[in-house]
C-alpha cells in the first residue's frame, strides 16, 4: 500500500511570512494526525482529525496555526505569521482509528529565519 | 510537565552489547507503542502491547509492558549497527482518544 504522503520535504522562510504543508494519508484511514517535532525531542500532537471533524487541537496555538481536512481525505496545515520557534519537523500521520497504530510521512522540515 | 518519561535519553555503546532502555509514567495507558525513527523519516511502529504485564518479543528486541499500564522497557539483544535510531514510546491516554509521545532515547550503535 501507499504510505502517507508529504510535502514540501523542506522548507525555508522568514519570520512573518506564512507556510502551508500537506499531507495526502493511506486509503481509508479515518484518523489524521499533525505533530510537530522539535529537534531532540518526541513528538508533539497539534492536531488530530476524525475524519473531517477535528477530535483534539488542545495544543495547536490557534492564534497561528490552522489545519483543515476537506472531504475527510487530504489535509493541509497553515502557519500565518510564522515566528522562529516554529523551526521544527512537521510530521503527519494516519491510522485506521483512534489509538491504532500510526504511519508515519517522512514530515516536512522548516527553517524559520 | 513529560506525561512519559524516557531513558537515558542518549545511549552509545557497542556492537554485540545487551541494552534496555525505559518508559516511565504516573499515568495509567490502555496501550503503549514502541516507535523507531531513522533521521530524514517518520516514526516507524516496533510494537504494541496492552495487556498489564505482557511482554512481546520482535527478533532480538524484548518490549515489556508494567503490571500496573504505567512503564514499558525496550531490551535489546546483541545489539547491531542496524538498531541505531531514536526509540519513542507512545502512550494511549486513558479516557482519550490520543496518543502521547516521550522525549525519545537516541541510541547509537558503534562497529
Known amino acids: 500500500e501507499a504510505g502517507v504522503a508529504q510535502s514540501p520535504r523542506y522548507k525555508i522562510i522568514e519570520k512573518r511570512q506564512s507556510v502551508a504543508f500537506w499531507c495526502n494519508p493511506i486509503s481509508g484511514h479515518a484518523t489524521l494526525y499533525w505533530y510537530q517535532q522539535i529537534l531532540g525531542q518526541g513528538p508533539k500532537l497539534l492536531i488530530q482529525f476524525q475524519n473531517n471533524g477535528v477530535v483534539d487541537d488542545s495544543q495547536l496555538p490557534k492564534d497561528r496555526f490552522s489545519a483543515e481536512r476537506l472531504k475527510g481525505v487530504d489535509s493541509t496545515l497553515k502557519i500565518q505569521p510564522a515566528k522562529l520557534e516554529d523551526s521544527a519537523v512537521y510530521l503527519c500521520?494516519?491510522?485506521?482509528?483512534?489509538?491504532?497504530?500510526?504511519?508515519f510521512g517522512n514530515g516536512t522540515r522548516l527553517t524559520v529565519t | 510537565t513529560q506525561l512519559l518519561e524516557q531513558s537515558p535519553q542518549f545511549l552509545s555503546i557497542q556492537e554485540g552489547e545487551n541494552l534496555t532502555v525505559y518508559c516511565n509514567s504516573s499515568?495509567?495507558?490502555?496501550?503503549l507503542q514502541w516507535y523507531r525513527q531513522e533521521p530524514g523519516e517518520g516514526p516507524v511502529l516496533l510494537v504494541t502491547?496492552?495487556?498489564?504485564?505482557e511482554v512481546k518479543k520482535l527478533k532480538r528486541l524484548t518490549f515489556q509492558f508494567g503490571d500496573a499500564r504505567k512503564d514499558s522497557s525496550l531490551h535489546i539483544t546483541a545489539a547491531q549497527p542496524g538498531d541505531t535510531g531514536l526509540y519513542l514510546c507512545a502512550g494511549g491516554v486513558e479516557g482519550a482518544q490520543k496518543l502521547v509521545f516521550g522525549q525519545g532515547t537516541r541510541l547509537t550503535i558503534n562497529p
Open positions: 502491547v496492552v495487556t498489564g504485564g
Open positions: 500521520a494516519s491510522s485506521l482509528g483512534p489509538r491504532t497504530p500510526l504511519h
Open positions: 499515568s495509567v495507558f490502555s496501550s
